[in-house]
């Protein structure tokens, strides 16, 4: 059979291509003709100049790198980045192997709606749902304190408050990875599992030996397609979140950059942080795409 050229398959789906045209040009608006003011990267930036001031070349890179705080926030970074990617893995699988081992329809649509539940909630409703959650005298120090433990400070404590983040923002969000997982337990067929049973292996057995096997190329699949986020620790949820006691380990790249940008009126820094942060994005992406082609045969086109 001749592929179609892709003209012809535009005039065939044009429709299609219709329907996704606003999107595309409201895209192209908002997100390629802003990339004109990254140039301010490469300026020592002052309003009363705009575009037109001083071309100062990798200057502003070269100060952002000298400066301890900015190396400190890619480490902070790529340290809560990397435990949500492993932790949105491994946790979404677990529960997803968990409900489809249930019997009960009805207890599994349950659960299933339960834990998907704070995934449509914004973070800055969790923020404050968290942080009453979270106080010296909330529910979890009171149980505690109830259990002859020490009160945690969650939210004050250098040391805690990456882990707050990230096992906050996994409870928040596996839900929905549970949801893909269960989708893709469902075309595994059931005639293996019997056939397993038929020669005497057990649930544990027969979930290592077919569920796991079968479901791997998804669980890679969406591994590879998260690479691209590995530096997107969560704006949204640390900013609401955080305090000057946690900068050391809670602040990330996006924090920096607000307050380098629009805090403290460093423009130009704040656009190179913001361009270093978008080409190392990039890169990520292709290499995930890369990825995604060879281990799991995923491909956009």
Not at 30 to 49: H, K
Not at 87 to 113: C, D, H, W
Not at 188 to 215: F, N
């Amino acid at each position: 059979m001749k592929k179609k050229s892709f003209a012809e398959t535009i005039k065939s789906q044009w429709q299609y291509y219709a329907m996704l045209l606003p999107g595309v040009v409201i895209t192209f608006i908002f997100c390629y003709i802003p990339l004109y003011g990254v140039i301010i990267a490469f300026e020592d930036y002052n309003v009363s100049a705009g575009f037109s001031s001083p071309w100062v070349g990798l200057k502003n890179f070269t100060y952002l790198f000298s400066q301890p705080t900015f190396v400190r926030t890619i480490w902070n970074t790529l340290f809560i980045s990397v435990w949500k990617l492993a932790l949105g893995v491994v946790v979404p699988v677990t529960f997803a192997i968990l409900l489809n081992e249930m019997r009960s329809n009805k207890l599994k649509r349950f659960y299933q709606t339960l834990i998907y539940i704070p995934n449509f909630l914004s973070w800055i409703i969790m923020a404050g749902v968290l942080m009453d959650i979270l106080a010296s005298d909330g529910a979890i120090n009171m149980i505690l304190h109830s259990l002859g433990f020490e009160s945690v400070n969650f939210l004050g404590s250098a040391s805690v408050f990456p882990w707050t983040m990230i096992i906050s923002d996994i409870w928040k969000g596996f839900g929905y990875g549970t949801v893909v997982y269960l989708a893709a337990l469902t075309g595994i067929d059931p005639g293996l599992y019997e056939s397993a049973y038929m020669d005497g292996a057990t649930r544990w057995q027969q979930i290592v030996k077919i569920t796991i096997p079968l479901l791997m190329p998804t669980i890679i699949l969406m591994t590879i397609l998260s690479l691209g986020n590995v530096l997107n620790a969560g704006f949204d949820q640390i900013y609401n979140m955080y305090s000057p006691a946690v900068w050391e380990t809670g602040d990330i790249i996006d924090t920096y950059v607000y307050r380098l940008g629009i805090v403290q009126a460093q423009y130009a820094v704040g656009a190179a942080v913001g361009l270093f942060k978008s080409l190392i994005s990039a890169v990520l992406v292709i290499v995930s795409y890369v990825l995604a082609d060879k281990l799991a045969g995923y491909r956009i086109l």
